[in-house]
């Protein structure tokens, strides 16, 4: 395939790296330098982009996207109160679009165990849940997708919590706490504590290898197909 990067921070240089591994060429890269290569025929004529910015400019570059009628894999986070007008428009518009608030399928089978988890603490109100997650210094958005999608999991199968916050939480309130440290790539903790023990289920990232070579494959995912999907479909949950 001809993949388009959309951001060349260190995520776009390692799904490069992985891209042209598994036999894809890299037929355009765009920046913000560079914006006005969305109307290049590089881009134009590639097969699908992969887009990983940040929150201020994830909405206009899938935008941008749809304009050119071009299947994206989105990465960014932090917009996830625009997700649905965009996943309506995508529908409407007959595009092509994928997105998950995190690629890594280790994280995937995690997000599997932890609605789980959920289900069977829910029945068990002494344990009181709690998420943390843990990122390198220069991540925009907090807390991460991958943690707020970690609370809307717990939400959706615990009888008990109502909606999560970073604040003092009330009772039916899922506490969550976000930590920028170094050059972490991600760390991500649910625990469940009482008052005789605590069970925690964890996700370590080592680096972004795990991350960039499941946008890769949500990429070859959607290649010549119509319509919007997440990493459940691709890993077929």
Known sequence: MNIALIGYGKMGREIERIALRRGHVISCIINIENEFDFDSDAFKNSDVAIEFTGPDSAVKNIKKCFAQRMPIVAGSTGWMNQ????????????????YASNYS????????????????????????????????????????GTAISIAQQIISQHSQYQSWTMERPNENDLPVSSFREGEVSGTHHVMYESDEDVIQLSHIAKNRIGFAYGAVLAAEFIYQKQGVFGMPDLLKF
């Open 105 to 144: 399928i280790g994280v995937n089978l995690f997000f599997e165990m932890n609605k789980s988890l959920a289900q069977l603490m829910g029945v068990y109100p002494k344990y009181k849940a709690k998420i943390e997650e843990i990122h390198h210094i220069h991540k925009l958005d907090a807390p991460s």
């Open 83 to 98: 997700f649905e007008a965009i996943r309506q428009e995508a529908l409407a518009s007959g595009q092509t679009f994928f």
